[in-house]
């Protein structure tokens, strides 16, 4: 089982009571390993309980209070923060072995970017793929896209489009889901869509070209210009090249696109 992750990065006031917690672990965390945490952070030997013995030294508290979190510090010196290491956490959603189609919807072909890892000889290469957007922008463009597939469905003959009516529907209900997640953050949070584990089951050569971001949206674009059968071959091409994805992972075909937190 490999996982991908979507992360809501909340601005640090936005905390509120635990703001200054959050604002002392930020502080001490940077003085004691010299930058940010973030999930590819990396921890050897003891380092992670020396660390956190170390902080809960400086903060007065007993070991198991300490909670952690990941962290970023945008261009203007403003922190934003994900607490982790709780059984439920509000800021993450997980999907195994695929990646929900709504996810693609929030994010743009440009907020594309790449974690990045030295081979050797001084050479990197990409080994796993995010996007990034701002909350603010991510809620316009799910409302943006649920319009669409509404007209769409108005619109939509079944039949021949079965298939596509029936994943438009699908969507228009996960987008729902994800509205009323996105709405409990401040739209200033931003949201990250890493693929993580799943990069190292699509070919390196094919990670440059992995575009599903555009390719649901242009599903949507032709759905909602009356091209149902060009929507529905297009789709069926997106659910092919997941359905092969997973088959990598798992052996097994996709038959679920439902988001899991």
Same mark, same amino acid.
């Given at each position: 089982?490999?996982?991908?992750?979507?992360?809501?990065?909340?601005?640090?006031?936005?905390?509120?009571?635990?703001?200054?917690?959050?604002?002392?672990?930020?502080? @001490?965390?940077?003085? @004691?390993?010299?930058?940010?945490?973030?999930?590819?952070?990396?921890?050897?030997?003891?380092?992670?309980?020396?660390?956190?013995?170390?902080?809960?030294?400086?903060?007065?508290?007993?070991?198991?209070?300490?909670?952690?979190?990941?962290?970023?510090?945008?261009?203007?010196?403003?922190?934003?923060?994900?607490?982790?290491?709780?059984?439920?956490?509000?800021?993450?959603?997980?999907?195994?072995?695929?990646?929900?189609?709504?996810?693609?919807?929030?994010?743009?072909?440009?907020?594309?970017?790449?974690?990045?890892?030295?081979?050797?000889?001084?050479?990197?290469?990409?080994?796993?793929?995010? @996007?990034?957007?701002?909350?603010?922008?991510?809620?316009?463009?799910?409302?943006?896209?649920?319009?669409?597939?509404?007209?769409?469905?108005?619109?939509?003959?079944?039949?021949? +489009?079965?298939?596509?009516?029936?994943?438009?529907?699908?969507?228009?209900?996960?987008?729902?889901?994800?509205?009323?997640?996105?709405?409990?953050?401040?739209?200033?949070?931003?949201?990250?869509?890493?693929?993580?584990?799943?990069?190292?089951?699509?070919?390196?050569?094919?990670?440059?070209?992995?575009?599903?971001?555009?390719?649901?949206?242009?599903?949507?674009?032709?759905?909602?210009?009356?091209?149902?059968?060009?929507?529905? +071959?297009?789709?069926?091409?997106?659910? +092919?090249?997941?359905?092969?994805?997973?088959?990598?992972?798992?052996?097994?075909?996709?038959?679920?696109?439902?988001?899991?937190?």
């Amino acid at each position: 089982m490999v996982i991908s992750v979507l992360m809501v990065y909340q601005p640090i006031e936005s905390t509120r009571e635990k703001e200054s917690y959050w604002r002392s672990y930020v502080s @001490y965390y940077e003085e @004691y390993w010299d930058g940010p945490a973030t999930p590819q952070s990396s921890w050897y030997g003891k380092e992670y309980d020396e660390f956190r013995k170390s902080l809960s030294n400086h903060l007065g508290l007993n070991k198991k209070e300490v909670q952690d979190c990941f962290f970023q510090k945008d261009e203007e010196g403003s922190y934003f923060i994900v607490p982790v290491g709780e059984e439920v956490n509000i800021n993450i959603f997980r999907a195994e072995n695929f990646i929900p189609f709504e996810w693609f919807l929030m994010f743009s072909k440009e907020e594309k970017h790449y974690f990045y890892t030295h081979t050797g000889f001084g050479a990197i290469q990409p080994d796993a793929i995010y @996007y990034h957007a701002i909350v603010e922008h991510t809620t316009q463009r799910l409302m943006q896209s649920k319009e669409v597939i509404e007209s769409a469905l108005n619109s939509i003959e079944t039949g021949s +489009s079965r298939y596509l009516a029936e994943t438009l529907k699908e969507l228009h209900d996960n987008i729902d889901n994800l509205q009323s997640w996105l709405s409990g953050f401040d739209p200033r949070s931003f949201i990250i869509l890493n693929y993580a584990e799943i990069c190292s089951h699509i070919e390196p050569d094919s990670m440059k070209n992995e575009d599903s971001v555009s390719e649901i949206h242009n599903v949507l674009s032709l759905a909602g210009e009356g091209k149902f059968d060009e929507a529905e +071959s297009a789709l069926t091409y997106l659910t +092919s090249k997941w359905r092969e994805i997973r088959a990598v992972i798992t052996g097994d075909r996709l038959e679920s696109t439902s988001t899991v937190q």
